[in-house]
């Protein structure tokens, strides 16, 4: 899953967005792989 973080306050958006805590630009991009836990046949979505 494709997430974008403020660098100042480190809070995830789903996308390109302004910071609603300092209100810089949210502009840097992370991956973040999502796994199922041992023994869940279960999938979650975000």
């Known amino acids: 899953m494709e997430k ?10 789903d996308g390109l967005d302004v910071c609603r805590v300092c209100g810089n630009e ?8 999502v796994q199922n836990q041992n023994g869940s046949d279960e999938v979650r979505t975000d």
């Open 4 to 13: 974008y973080y403020c660098e100042n306050c480190r809070i995830l958006y």
């Open 26 to 33: 949210v502009i840097n991009k992370i991956w973040i792989e």
